[in-house]
T-cell receptor, first 115, second 115 residues
């Protein structure tokens, strides 16, 4: 069984500061990893994903994440926060073993941007 | 752009009623999913389908059923709604093939309240 832990249900940063949202996963097989963002009153949209290859993945809106197998982590970062980044962020994992079992999501981190 | 639409943004039903939540995607995607989203719990997979008339249980199928008679439409059915089914329901779709690596595209969600 796989699981995702997002550290911090709420993270607050100042505009222009570094954004770091933490995600750790548990999986018995090599995972595929995703970050989704949900703006208020909207559905989720994909920020970035890691499947194979380069472990540093770049996504939309200046976000990136690095897959670290030894640490079972997939933390999301952005060098300089913008007010428009305020949203709920979800880390998700799926099984690379070939089973059709959808995504397992973390509980989400609400990102607050202070002016 | 992929578009996933859900029949209602807000729905209020009474305990014991039969409830239908409809989801339609316009990009000829093979796979479709239903999640529920609750504060502090993230998204949890209810059911998914990788082909017409095919369905698979997710993590929390109890109290729900689904129907996929046409490729573009995936319905979630609450046979007898209960107050603990008050939640945000999100539909998603993804292309085909390996379910686990495909980007899932989400609808805007239906906020269901059961009184």
């Amino acid at each position: 069984a796989q699981s995702v832990t997002q550290l911090g249900s709420h993270v607050s940063v100042s505009e222009g500061a570094l954004v770091l949202l933490r995600c750790n996963y548990s999986s018995s097989v090599p995972p595929y990893l995703f970050w989704y963002v949900q703006y208020p009153n909207q559905g989720l949209q994909l920020l970035l994903k890691y499947t194979t290859g380069a472990t540093l993945v770049k996504g939309i809106n200046g976000f990136e994440a690095e897959f670290k197998k030894s640490e079972t982590s997939f933390h999301l970062t952005k060098p300089s926060a913008h007010m428009s980044d305020a949203a709920e962020y979800f880390c998700a994992v799926s099984d690379s073993g070939g089973g059709a079992d959808g995504l397992t999501f973390g509980k989400g981190t609400h990102l607050i941007i202070q002016p | 752009d992929v578009k996933v639409t859900q029949s209602s943004r807000y729905l209020v039903k009474r305990t014991g009623e039969k409830v239908f939540l409809e989801c339609v995607q316009d990009m000829d995607h093979e796979n479709m999913f239903w999640y529920r989203q609750d504060p502090g719990l993230g998204l949890r997979l209810i059911y998914f389908s990788y082909d017409v008339k095919m369905k698979e249980k997710g993590d929390i199928p109890e109290g729900y059923s689904v129907s996929r008679e046409k490729k573009e439409r995936f319905s979630l059915i609450l046979e007898s709604a209960s107050t603990n089914q008050t939640s945000m329901y999100l539909c998603a779709s993804s292309l085909a093939g390996t379910v686990n690596t495909d980007t899932q595209y989400f609808g805007p969600g239906t906020r269901l309240t059961v009184l």
